[in-house]
């Protein structure tokens, strides 16, 4: 099959996209390394290779905006924020960390999770004993 009736040739980018590609692929590595999370993990999320997480990062290939809702659930943020755009103050309640940790654990595989919570139980019971 000739992919050229397939796919569009591709098309050069300005300075300016260029530019965006690049910021984005750094805030992408910044939010996947505070969340603590490899490039393999968010390769096996979003069905593509390391190599491809790894070009995303530096800029070097265009992410399909197809997969920016999943990239940015992944990452525990909004597209918005994903994609570097000015965002509004926010509305919800004050523990956004916790919540995205939480989002992080109900992706772990069952065995885990119970562990994780094991460890909140035991320490959620330490510290009523204490009062």
Do not use: C
């Not at 491809?52 to 920016?68: D, F, K, M, N, P």
């Not at 999943?70 to 509305?91: D, F, Q």
């Amino acid at each position: 099959m000739n992919t050229s009736t397939v796919l569009p040739a591709a098309v050069a980018l300005s300075k300016e996209e260029t530019a965006f590609f690049v910021q984005m692929g750094a805030r992408i590595a910044q939010l996947r390394k505070h969340q603590g999370i490899t490039q393999a993990q968010l390769a096996e999320w979003l069905g593509v290779s390391q190599q491809t997480i790894t070009a995303y990062e530096v800029g070097r290939r265009r992410i399909q905006v197809s997969a920016l809702p999943t990239i940015a659930r992944a990452l525990g943020v909004s597209v918005e924020e994903l994609i570097g755009a000015p965002t509004t103050p926010a509305k919800r309640g004050p523990a956004p960390k916790l919540q995205q940790q939480l989002e992080r654990i109900t992706r772990l595989p069952k065995a885990q999770q119970r562990f994780v919570m094991q460890m909140i139980d035991t320490v959620l019971q330490q510290q009523t004993a204490g009062r």
